[in-house]
């Protein structure tokens, strides 16, 4: 079965420590993979997506991702957050007509 | 401009009543969804769209009815509402079926009460 797993579900750290998120998928088919951020009270924005080629993507406001075949995974990666990246990440990886979604991981920045 | 829109933002109503939740997209796009993001930040699609015919309709109560005037609206109503509907549901919108981005709207935060 197609599915989504991300690691954390809550994630608190302090202003500019580095940031990994998890995520893993199961699908068997071509590959095509996505973060999107919802930060409060506002809608799902895309981060970042991977459909072929250089693996190590690079997304808005100085968030990359890392797709690695061979470990199934496609973990999101900032050097150094801010406050204002508090919000929720999710990952998700494309089905057949939809998207496959993750439960979510609650990023919250302390100043 | 507003490329996916919903209307009413939020929406308090009391059990047992029917209401509905519309969706616009001003993108060309074909294909539209809906998904119901419950307490825990869950997204579950619910239904999709291309083109005005139904391609995706989850496990949902049949309550729940997606009707597609065009193929810029896509509107949800919902039937006899139970506590358990209380969610934000989201609409989203995709250049065509087998598209991989998709652009969501705002959100339409219902309270069933």
């Known amino acids: 079965a197609q599915s989504v797993s991300q690691h954390n579900h809550h994630v608190i750290l302090s202003e500019a420590a580095s940031l990994e998120l998890g995520c893993n998928y199961s699908?068997?088919?071509?590959?095509?993979l996505f973060w999107y951020v919802q930060y409060p009270g506002q809608h799902l924005q895309l981060l970042l997506k991977y459909f072929s080629g250089d693996p190590l993507v690079k997304g808005i406001k100085g968030f990359e991702a890392e797709f690695i075949k061979s470990k199934f995974s496609f973990n999101l990666r900032k050097p150094s957050v801010q406050w204002s990246d508090t919000a929720e990440y999710f990952c998700?990886?494309?089905?057949?007509?939809?998207?496959?979604w993750g439960a979510g991981t609650k990023l919250i920045i302390k100043p | 401009d507003t490329a996916v829109s919903q209307t009413p933002k939020y929406l308090v109503t009391q059990m047992g009543n029917d209401k509905s939740i519309k969706c616009e997209q001003n993108l060309g796009h074909d294909t539209m969804y809906w998904y119901k993001q419950d307490s825990k930040k869950f997204l579950k699609i619910m239904f999709s769209?291309?083109?005005?015919?139904?391609?995706i309709n989850e496990t949902v109560p049949n309550r729940f009815s997606p009707k597609s005037p065009d193929k810029a609206h896509l509107n949800l109503h919902i039937n006899s509402l139970e506590l358990g509907d209380s969610a934000v549901y989201f609409c989203a919108s995709s250049q065509d079926w087998s598209s991989n981005e998709q652009f969501f709207g705002p959100g339409t935060r219902l309270t069933v009460l």
């Open positions: 769209y291309n083109n005005k015919e139904l391609i």
């Open positions: 699908y068997g088919g071509t590959v095509n």
């Open positions: 998700a990886v494309r089905g057949n007509y939809q998207l496959i």
